[in-house]
């Protein structure tokens, strides 16, 4: 087992789950494959099982932990020149004014309470990113990478598969935990496309929630409030299909023609002035 802090409890409120088992451990840090030179930064390092290997490989990297006694454990475990501390919320750093200039490779063991809202968070860096590694629920995992027509796609598939590459890498058992959790993780690799073809972000992202936003729903339901069916059929979309069904190249197609006739879209539950 990888040497753990004595007497720190996980917080639940914090959504940790510590990965201890050395198998695992080593078999996410090959999978990364941590090069010296790189600015790496890792999300959540906990009790630093991950961290020790990145840093054997690397010599330095970069972390961001909210949890206030993991902070002070691990400025006693790592000098500054291996290891540089943000103690914040990843979900509140600036991520931008941190990448400026630079290329990301990032990696992390994911709070399952925040995993989505992060990674929309991290998808608006995308172009400053060179890769992510992350531990997820698998449930999430599958989500990420599903293809049109299954019950795992959904808003989250194509909003990332827009921005990134993802491969599911393997499953890793509850068992690798402590404290172990009620479900299976994932370990999924990020790559972010070189050139995804430039449409309007929130327009697209307005398109993809509402289209969602009652899954058992036809189209024509959950959009003919604001998009014609005469829109969607000109786009190559039947109005009478589910969102599930849609590639994201016609989303993207359908976000053009949205945003050229300037049709305003609220989020699902947002009210309209």
């Known amino acids: ?27 996410i840090a090959e999978a990364i494959h941590p090069v010296v030179g790189e600015k790496i930064v890792e999300i959540g390092p906990g009790q630093a099982a991950l961290t020790k290997l990145l840093i054997e490989k690397t010599h330095h990297i970069d972390c961001v932990e909210i949890d206030r006694d993991l902070v002070s454990w691990l400025r006693k475990q790592f000098p ?45 860096i995308s172009q400053n990113v060179l890769d992510q590694h992350f531990m997820l629920q698998k449930e999430v995992v599958d989500r990420m ?38 479900v299976t993780s994932s370990v999924v690799r990020m790559v972010p496309v ?14 993809v929630a509402a289209s969602f936003s009652m899954r058992r729903k036809t189209l024509k339901n959950n959009l003919g409030r604001w998009i014609s069916n005469e829109i969607l059929i000109g786009v190559g979309i039947d109005p009478s299909a589910r969102a599930e069904t849609i590639t994201l190249e016609q989303y993207v197609q ?3 023609v949205v945003a050229e006739k300037g049709i305003e879209i609220p989020l699902p539950g947002e009210k309209r002035n």
């Open 1 to 27: 087992m990888a040497d753990v802090l004595k007497h720190h409890h996980a917080r639940k409120r914090f959504g940790q789950n510590f990965l201890v088992d050395d198998f695992w451990i080593g078999k």
């Open 194 to 207: 070189e050139h995804p073809e430039p449409i309007d972000d929130f327009v697209f992202n307005r398109v």
């Open 254 to 256: 359908l976000t053009k």
């Open 145 to 182: 990478v599903a293809s049109p027509g299954g019950r795992d796609y959904g808003r989250l598939s194509v909003s990332l598969q827009r921005k990134y590459r993802m491969e599911k890498l393997f499953d890793v058992p509850p068992e690798a935990f402590n404290p172990a959790p009620k």
């Open 80 to 124: 500054p020149e291996e290891l540089t501390i943000f103690e914040a919320d990843a979900l509140k750093f600036d991520w931008s004014e941190y990448c400026a200039g630079s290329k990301l490779r990032i990696v992390g063991n994911l709070p399952y309470n925040i995993s989505s809202p992060l990674l929309f968070t991290l998808s608006t």
